[in-house]
């Protein structure tokens, strides 16, 4: 894995954080954050939530974390990890997860590809990478985050048939995406008509996809499946 690919482009930190807000990052993260280097290679994040979860969905890129926490209310018995080094985005989270009581949450305050790098075989049901940073312009392509060796590890770390939801209203970053995905001998992409494009009906609208930033006519939803190991 080359250095390049492992860099992370984007800010960590926003305005800085009130007394409040530091307090609970630090206290939150002592108490719900994951230190990739801290686990052994081939780990089941099944044993990072207390009681153990029936499944483990992961979001990347949380940014403010308001679909985690709508994901981990409405789904107790699922353990929600979110990857995000925007601090002040993890702040929110944290917010959100003392005040609404969940229990289900853990964090990783930072980029989550050593974390992946780290994770067991078929150990995730569902993850998530809903508005990633589409770095349009040409010359930045290769920060784009959904690309071939973050699939591989997906592919490695999603359960046969584990659910990757992707979303973008940039209609360049779409194209990628599912060129990507298609690329991939591992992932079946699900459409099968126009509908399958929109937001799925058990998916609240993310913060970024409220502010339709590139103006667009809307976000495109991308959903696919991890293909069975071992078929034909
Ligand atoms: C455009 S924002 C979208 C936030 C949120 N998903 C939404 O839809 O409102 C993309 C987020 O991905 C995060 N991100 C970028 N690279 C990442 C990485 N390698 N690991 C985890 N998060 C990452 C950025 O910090 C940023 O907050």
Redesign the pocket.
Known sequence: MSEIETR?H?RRRGRPLRAGRQRLLADGLGLLGIDPAALPVGSDPAALFDPRPRAVWLE????TGE?LAWQAARNPYIGLIG????LN?VARLLAAVEAEGLANVRVLAD???PLLNRLGEATLERVFV????PWPKRRHRARR?VARPLLDRLARTLADDGRLLLASDDSDYVAWMLRHLLDHPDFAWTARGPADWRRPADQPP????EKNLYGGPGATWIEARRKPRGAA
Do not use: C, M
């Open positions: 992370f984007g990347i890129g949380f940014g679909h990857a995000e080094p925007f985005g980029d989550v590809r809903l508005f990633p940073d985050l993310t913060h970024y996809e």
